[in-house]
């Protein structure tokens, strides 16, 4: 069965084109569906986040990956055939002793990265495998991630498997200590820093738990381990095809390894290995820890990692169906490349997560997510943030809505924060979630109780759940009340985009004020707060007050900057909600004008600005009812991302105009950052949950054909 799975995800048909093409092109690699701009490779929270920058991909056999923020880091694969020793990944300085594979094919889909290359007479894939599975909580917080490799083409080809990782993964390589576990079959390196102090990190990786590399004696291979220097333990493998199953003495640039040895085989074979970043006391809620919601299941860190392995078919039965549904129903929406960039968004949306329950009573009832704001200064649980961001949850899991917002809902409803508009975030860095008893915050006012408004309206539309906002519908008029005073005249504040800089009376922030009043009226049943938020879209589109004067387009601020616009990206949720704050005409100016400021990857955020924000884009495309209009701006991001001139984790944020004499096509600041869920905009039009109930149809009609993912009249040429 698990053969038949990893053929239902294409890997077979990978290793076919790889062959099909190697006389042809020895030394070019095919990316598929298209070339990102960095691989995810395991990608589960803040401090599990591992990529491979497109650019390496040629070189992989020599390649190191890295963490989100740009760090290196080893994470070596080894092959050996017929005693000939093959780089896969990540062996720098090899020797004249180990020769690199020729990589033929990389591919990404929503949950995997799979990398082809060929080694002697033999193929070999990397698959990894970084589950998403929102609505299984004990799933989607396990803090692990999968590296499979199989090998193809075989006969009768002696063949062993090597895999290692270093210090550099505890954040701190100079100062770390090894250990290693058995449970079972299960075997476990953990890496952690010596004395290291609770909820601290270095350059944005935790430096407070363990990093792991683990895997699982079979009956089809013998697996053995080492670690120390890296030369010493290397040559073990490549001298002899497994390990000393002894440790040296660790020094600082030591590596921890485990071997396969699967012995002489014929035609396909597969290992797995498990790497993971594990913290027991992970996030720092008002002074109390919380841990990941898995310990209610497995308090103890090994007895987790056997369960992750035990449960990877489980898991991959469900990736194959979600990979295959996100890409359907996203090319349904808004076509190929617009599934490209959905697919590619959706590990990185749900990598910055990190799913909770209080550490001291494992209580499943009180159940918190923590979100980190990265690149910028990695604020927590930030609203802004988690705003453009809902649009995955939405179609994915919509109750992940209300587990974003509820730490903040209970500060705030504790009163320790004492301003009249909804704070900014829960924390000045990750993971330490202590609010702002200062009042010190970023001030964002009309954004944050507008958006509030919003994602308590998206919450209560997609699920139903009217209890929960009720809790707190005290506090929510009263940010309500703040908007009715203080969203006409808009005094000088920041919006989402702070990189832009503080405006007084900008029209997008009316807009959002008009919509966040309307979801309030919805939301509580007081009709005053709908009708005040209709007058004021009134106001700012039919009396033309944020409008040019042949209103062809919002204008930036209001009144006397006639030439000056914005992109309206907060129509959205009007359009998606249906609430009708703003008339059609509203969002009709939209369908010419962004076609007259079109640059060379798309449109820029307003008129001061040269570079682009690809969620808020992604938002405003939603809005629009000429599909012509629409797909620009989706083939506008689908050209930045895959055009091969960078190497980050998918930027939110880019160059896209050489109007002020910079090169287009280039990130600015934002790496690897959630709010690429708000590229899943345009599917989010198609219903609530609509993601999620397809993959829930397809798993319960799997089960009763006895496990196969798909019938044979769907699975096409996959």
């Keep these: 069965m698990y053969l038949d799975l990893r053929r239902s995800l294409g890997i077979a048909s990978l290793a076919t084109i790889a062959l099909a093409t190697f006389s042809r092109e020895r030394d070019i690699v095919s990316h598929l569906p298209t070339r990102p701009p960095s691989y995810p490779l395991a990608v589960r929270n803040p401090y599990l986040s591992v990529w491979m920058p ?284 617009y599934a490209d960039i959905v697919t590619l968004s959706a590990r990185q949306a749900y990598g910055a997560i990190d799913l909770t329950i209080p550490n001291y009573s494992l209580d499943t009832k009180d159940i918190l997510a923590f979100v980190k704001e990265l690149s910028s200064n990695g604020n927590l649980n930030t609203v802004d943030v988690i705003m453009p961001a809902f649009p995955i949850y939405y179609v994915m899991d919509p109750n992940y809505i209300r587990l974003l917002l509820e730490p903040m809902m209970r500060y705030l409803a504790a009163g320790r924060w004492r301003q009249p508009y909804v704070i900014h975030d829960m924390g000045k860095h990750y993971p330490n979630a202590l609010g702002h008893d200062d009042q010190k915050a970023e001030p964002m006012p009309i954004e944050e109780c507008g958006n509030l408004m919003v994602l308590m309206l998206a919450y209560v539309r997609a699920t139903g759940d009217t209890a929960w906002p009720a809790r707190y519908m005290a506090l929510l008029k009263k940010y309500a009340d703040y908007l009715v005073d203080n969203s006409i005249e808009i005094a000088m504040q920041l919006s989402s985009n702070d990189a832009a800089g503080a405006l007084a009376n900008e029209t997008n922030l009316a807009i959002k004020a008009a919509v966040g009043l309307k979801a309030f009226g919805m939301l509580s049943g007081l009709r005053e707060y709908s009708r005040i938020g209709e007058e004021r879209a009134r106001l700012f589109f039919n009396q033309g007050l944020g409008t040019d004067d042949a209103k062809s387009h919002f204008v930036l601020q209001y009144p006397d900057k006639p030439n000056s616009w914005k992109i309206p990206y907060n129509l959205f949720p009007d359009v998606l909600f249906d609430l009708k704050t703003f008339p059609k005409e509203a969002y009709q100016m939209g369908n010419t004008f962004f076609k007259s400021v079109r640059a060379e990857y798309g449109v820029h955020l307003d008129s001061r600005q040269d570079w682009a924000k690809s969620d808020w884009n992604m938002w405003l495309a939603g809005t629009f009812d000429d599909l012509s209009t629409r797909d620009e701006f989706v083939d506008d991001l689908w050209a930045f991302m895959s055009n091969g001139k960078h190497n980050w984790p998918f930027s939110d944020r880019y160059v896209s105009t050489s109007a002020k004499g910079r090169t287009p096509g280039h990130p600015i600041l934002c790496r690897a950052r959630p709010t690429v869920g708000g590229h899943f905009a345009l599917m989010a039009l198609k219903g609530p949950g609509c993601l999620q109930a397809a993959v829930s149809h397809k798993l319960g009609a799997e089960q009763e054909r006895g496990g196969d993912p798909f019938p044979e009249k769907e699975r096409g040429d996959l």
Excluded: C
């Excluded at 092959?79 to 896969?88: G, I, K, M, N």
């Design 54 to 337: 497109s650019d390496q991909v040629q070189a992989l056999p020599h390649a190191e990956p890295q963490f989100w923020a740009g760090q290196s880091l080893t994470w070596s694969v080894m092959a050996r055939v017929d005693e000939q020793a093959y780089s896969l990944m990540s062996v720098q300085s090899p020797g004249p002793s180990i020769r690199p594979a020729v990589v033929r094919n990389a591919q990404y889909t929503a949950t995997h990265s799979i990398f082809t290359l060929s080694a002697g007479p033999v193929n070999f894939t990397l698959d990894f495998f970084s589950p998403i599975s929102p609505s299984n909580y004990l799933r989607q917080s396990l803090p692990f991630s999968y590296l499979t490799v199989t090998i193809s083409g075989a006969s009768s080809s002696e063949i062993q498997i090597y895999s290692s990782i270093d210090g550099r993964w505890t954040g701190r390589p100079q100062n770390t200590t090894r250990s290693f576990h058995q449970e079972g079959s299960t075997l476990a390196y953990a890496l952690k820093v010596m004395n290291a102090t609770p909820y601290s990190e270095e350059d944005d990786m935790a430096t407070w738990g363990e990093a792991i590399l683990a895997s699982r004696l079979t009956s089809k291979s013998k697996l053995s381990f080492a670690s120390g220097k890296r030369g010493e333990t290397r040559s073990q493998f490549v001298k002899n095809g497994r390990l000393s199953s002894d440790d040296e003495p660790w020094v600082p640039g030591g590596i921890v390894a485990f071997a396969h040895d699967l012995g002489t085989i014929s035609g396909e074979h597969s290992v797995n290995f498990a790497v993971g970043y594990d913290r027991e006391a992970a996030i720092n809620y008002l002074g109390k820890p919380y841990t990941g919601y898995y310990r209610s299941e497995y308090s103890d860190t090994y007895d987790a990692l056997v369960h992750f392995l035990d449960d990877y078919e489980d898991a991959l039965r469900e990736s194959v169906i979600l990979d295959r549904e996100m890409a359907a129903q996203a090319t349904a929406a808004a076509g190929q490349k």
